[in-house]
């Protein structure tokens, strides 16, 4: 058994509680426990930092520091919670005024900075493994042609070494071939979905967002998967905001895993965009 600690954030812990569960339930399969934060609080994610750097990295280094305390290397589903989490561990970790600002801010508590900071794509490459995957498989999905959708963030942190490459990574294609789905290329996998504009401005993350869908159609595939649960939802709202834009399930990448392994996923009726047509024509491979 590997056990890691666990950092939903907010949206783990409210609108997207089904990816929640889904990560949780595939990993329990595969040996690795999830160890969630006690007490962990908001990170800040993409909006302290605008207001005050100090204030984005205490918020991070709060759940680093309890992260620490475990003793086990910390797992953030989020792009935003992983961006801003990894990033305010390294400045920690190098810079001395920084951690003299944060033990000050967190007292009694402290942060050295000194734990791997891991998204989920890297959690499944590195304690799982792509051929573990693949042997593990129940079910055929080669009638799914996904897309893989990664966001404009989750390989462009300031400062940091990305854990895929810049504007082509290849972590979640390899993962959803070893599945068994059918994933299709296209030019879009690192482009802005509109982020939390949707908040302010509907109209920009119906541009972006709408366009994505549109491409990802034209390529040729009929499912998109994505890690990013701001991501998701503002490709899943395309059904209300866009127009004239096709209606596309926008899966989580552990949701394929349940379509793999049990034939069904857990939190399809949480889902904008019906997921049904998709997994009504999942089925077990045939004993020989």
Not at 93 to 102: H, I
Request: aromatic share 6%.
């Amino acid at each position: 058994m590997i056990t890691l600690s666990y950092y939903p954030g907010c949206s783990l812990g409210s609108s997207t509680d089904f990816y929640d569960r889904s990560l949780k339930k595939v990993l329990a399969f595969y040996g690795v426990e999830l160890k969630e934060l006690d007490d962990w609080s908001c990170c800040g994610a993409l909006a302290a930092l605008t207001v005050n750097e100090d204030l984005s990295i205490a918020l991070s280094a709060r759940n680093i520091a309890l992260a620490e305390a475990s003793g086990l290397h910390l797992v953030a589903p989020c792009s935003a919670c992983y961006a801003r989490t990894k990033a305010a561990a390294l400045k920690i970790a190098e810079d001395n005024d920084t951690r003299r600002m944060v033990d000050n801010a967190l007292s009694p508590l402290s942060c050295r900075g000194n734990i791997e900071v891991k998204n989920i794509i890297e959690v499944f490459l590195e304690y799982v493994g792509l051929e573990r995957i693949a042997d593990s498989v129940s079910h055929d999905l080669v009638s799914i042609r996904a897309v893989s959708y990664y966001g404009c963030l989750l390989t462009r942190i300031m400062g940091i070494c990305p854990s895929d490459d810049i504007e082509d990574p290849t972590g979640m294609d390899t993962i959803l071939m070893a599945l068994g789905a059918t994933v299709v290329p296209w030019q879009y996998k690192t482009e802005c979905c509109g982020a939390s504009s949707t908040i302010t401005n509907g109209d920009v993350t119906a541009k972006l967002s709408g366009r994505l869908i549109k491409e990802a159609v034209r390529a040729g595939a009929q499912a998109i998967v994505t890690t990013c649960p701001l991501c998701q939802l503002n490709l899943d709202l395309m059904r209300y905001l866009g127009k004239d834009i096709p209606s596309v399930p926008v899966f989580f990448l552990p949701e394929i895993f349940e379509l793999a392994l049990f034939g069904k996923t857990s939190g399809g009726a949480r889902h904008i965009v019906n997921t049904k047509n998709i997994e009504q024509g999942i089925a077990p491979f045939r004993e020989a």
